[in-house]
Nanobody, 123 residues
């Protein structure tokens, strides 16, 4: 099991940027694929981005391509989500998750989750 703690959320104006971080502890972080999901009020949790164990491969949902960048630092046991050109529709609780394959976009494919961090984008 991997313990995950997100940070970096907050309130930002549309067009602004935020950088989320997810610190991992427990089992060896570098063997896991990592992902970010988000959940807006009253909606289901949806895939945002994922990265493979080495950081060489990534995947994004269409709505964040060219705006968000996922990365990881295995020496620091941390995965990041750089979010630029934020829009009000990006408002959600953002969760990081650990799994076996970065190709998976379903939340049930990820076994370990953080508690989430709130991102609010004002218009």
């Amino acid at each position: 099991q991997v313990q995950l703690v997100e940070s970096g959320g907050g309130l930002v104006q549309a067009g602004g940027s935020l950088r989320l971080a997810c610190a991992a502890s427990g089992r060896t972080f570098s063997v896991y694929a990592m992902a970010w999901f988000r959940q807006a009020p009253g909606k289901e949790r949806n895939f945002v981005a994922s990265i493979n164990w080495s950081g060489s491969s990534t995947r994004y949902t269409d709505s964040v391509k060219d705006r968000f960048t996922i990365s990881r630092d295995n020496a620091k046991n941390t995965v990041y989500l750089q979010m630029n050109s934020l829009k009000p529709e990006d408002t959600a609780v953002y969760y990081c998750a650990a799994g076996l394959s970065y190709l998976q976009v379903a939340d049930k494919a990820y076994a370990d989750w953080g508690q989430g961090t709130q991102v609010t984008v004002s218009s």
